[in-house]
């Protein structure tokens, strides 16, 4: 699945369990020789779907909240593409690295511009994420969220240092934004970015 120009974590196999009807059963086996792999896989499940009493009960009782799950896809990143603000903060404020690379390459700052998720950005930003960081596809952050539109998310990366100059084969955030036909983050770009900015 692609999402805005850069490729999304696909769904993680059932581990054929309901995350909120079995929470007790998955906590205590949290407690008994589980290996990390299995936490890992429940650690996601519960952060994608924004279960975050289930995702405080599992990092309590010591999941990595930067573990990854059987196709390397971590907590973080699918809290941070479906926009889960809360589970977000959990996951960072329990060691979350906010600029660790999935199996296809992206951090989680690329998810969250792609959906235009803004308040997710502030905080991955705020715990040191980087603006500038390129995913699998050499996109950034700012050409990602420009492209699909979002421009609050534009005006966040452009105020915490995204680079507007920044090219993928000779093609600028502004380029983009300009193809794609929105017109309020040209012209934040055009401000941003400044005159030299090729189009």
């Not at 909120?20 to 952060?47: D, H, K, M, Q």
């Not at 421009?151 to 934004?177: D, F, I, Y």
């Given at each position: 699945?692609?999402?805005?120009?850069?490729?999304?974590?696909?769904?993680?196999?059932?581990?054929?369990?309901?995350?909120?009807?079995?929470?007790?059963?998955?906590?205590?086996?949290?407690?008994?020789?589980?290996?990390?792999s299995?936490?890992?896989?429940?650690?996601?499940?519960?952060?994608?779907a924004?279960?975050l009493?289930?995702?405080?009960?599992h990092l309590?009782k010591g999941a990595?909240?930067?573990?990854?799950n059987?196709h390397?896809?971590?907590?973080?990143?699918?809290?941070?593409?479906?926009?889960?603000?809360?589970?977000?903060?959990?996951l960072?404020?329990?060691?979350?690295?906010?600029?660790?690379?999935?199996?296809?390459g992206?951090?989680?700052?690329?998810?969250?511009?792609?959906?235009?998720?803004?308040?997710?950005?502030?905080?991955?930003?705020?715990?040191?994420?980087?603006?500038?960081?390129?995913?699998?596809?050499?996109?950034t952050?700012?050409?990602?969220?420009?492209?699909?539109?979002?421009?609050t998310?534009?005006?966040?990366?452009?105020?915490n240092?995204?680079?507007?100059?920044?090219?993928?084969?000779?093609?600028?955030?502004?380029s983009?934004?300009?193809?794609?036909?929105?017109?309020?983050?040209?012209?934040?770009?055009?401000?941003?970015?400044?005159?030299?900015?090729?189009p």
């Amino acid at each position: 699945m692609r999402s805005s120009g850069i490729v999304v974590p696909r769904s993680s196999p059932s581990i054929g369990i309901e995350m909120r009807a079995t929470s007790a059963i998955v906590l205590a086996a949290l407690f008994f020789g589980v290996p990390e792999s299995v936490r890992a896989n429940v650690l996601v499940e519960a952060a994608r779907a924004g279960d975050l009493e289930s995702v405080q009960s599992h990092l309590s009782k010591g999941a990595d909240a930067n573990g990854v799950n059987a196709h390397g896809e971590s907590a973080l990143e699918w809290a941070s593409f479906n926009g889960q603000t809360r589970v977000v903060a959990a996951l960072l404020g329990s060691g979350g690295d906010a600029n660790r690379r999935d199996a296809l390459g992206n951090a989680p700052v690329l998810y969250a511009a792609a959906k235009g998720r803004v308040e997710v950005l502030r905080l991955l930003i705020g715990h040191g994420a980087d603006c500038n960081t390129r995913g699998r596809n050499e996109l950034t952050p700012l050409m990602t969220a420009a492209r699909a539109g979002h421009v609050t998310a534009v005006e966040v990366l452009l105020e915490n240092g995204s680079q507007p100059h920044a090219e993928r084969k000779g093609t600028t955030a502004l380029s983009m934004a300009r193809r794609k036909g929105h017109r309020s983050i040209v012209c934040i770009l055009r401000g941003g970015a400044g005159s030299s900015v090729r189009p």
